[in-house]
């Protein structure tokens, strides 16, 4: 879980900011606070992983506040949340995580929230995730990774087909964005448009992969790539 708080001195964005974050399972909102002095007293009581800061504020700036912190152990991670793009390259000096431009889509608010994620739990060399979540008309799935047959790449879009379901979760997302999820020793792209589980191919035919009533292109580009990863010792 991590621990998350949220700073901005509009009742509105806080109370959008804090709507984002009940939504994803892993946050947890350990408070919300107006101002940066509000921000420091919960600091000072209990622990926070996470902060989601506005940066033009009354009194204390967003980055005035985060100087501030700079220097103490263990600072959190924090990800910028401002009407203003101009402070892009000064947040980025002061190491922020991210930087979100109000208002925010969901979408966007998600990625940074996985990264955030995947920076304080990161995975063990040669691992990967058992699960993620996407975003799926404003709920999100979890996915499990050893479910997945193959996915499907349309335009912004992703269809995830998974074992022992007729219908594909179908979610916002980039192929290189799932691609990145997934464990490079079992999955591998065949096509520009699709990724596919090694474990889960029924048969090959020339230019083809088959997954149960699936039939799946190969391009010539990706076909080196694809005998690369299956076990020579799987082929008799």
Do not use: W
């Not at 007729?166 to 020793?185: G, Y």
């Not at 990863?229 to 008799?236: A, N, R, V, Y």
Request: with cysteine.
């Amino acid at each position: 879980m991590i621990r998350c708080l949220a700073v901005d001195d509009e009742l509105l964005s806080l109370e959008l900011l804090e709507d984002n974050i009940r939504r994803i399972p892993f946050l947890q909102l350990v408070g919300r606070c107006f101002n940066a002095y509000e921000a420091l007293e919960i600091m000072r009581r209990e622990p926070v992983d996470l902060i989601f800061l506005d940066i033009q504020m009354g009194g204390i700036t967003g980055t005035q506040f985060l100087q501030s912190i700079s220097t103490m152990p263990a600072r959190p991670l924090v990800i910028f949340v401002t009407a203003y793009k101009n402070y892009a390259l000064e947040g980025f000096d002061l190491d922020v995580l991210d930087y979100l431009v109000k208002p925010v889509a969901f979408e966007r608010f998600l990625k940074a929230v996985n990264k955030a994620a995947d920076y304080l739990t990161p995975a063990p060399v040669n691992s990967a995730p058992e699960y993620f979540f996407v975003n799926v008309e404003y709920n999100l799935v979890r996915i499990e990774v050893n479910a997945i047959n193959f996915v499907e790449g349309l335009k912004d879009y992703i269809k995830i087909y998974l074992q022992g379901s007729d219908k594909a979760v179908i979610t916002r997302l980039p192929m290189k964005s799932i691609a990145e999820k997934l464990p490079a020793n079992r999955f591998v792209r065949i096509h520009k448009s699709y990724i596919i589980s090694v474990d889960k191919i029924t048969s090959i035919r020339k230019n083809r992969i088959y997954i149960h009533q699936h039939i799946i292109p190969i391009s010539d580009s990706y076909r080196d790539d694809l005998f690369r990863i299956i076990d020579p010792q799987k082929l008799i």
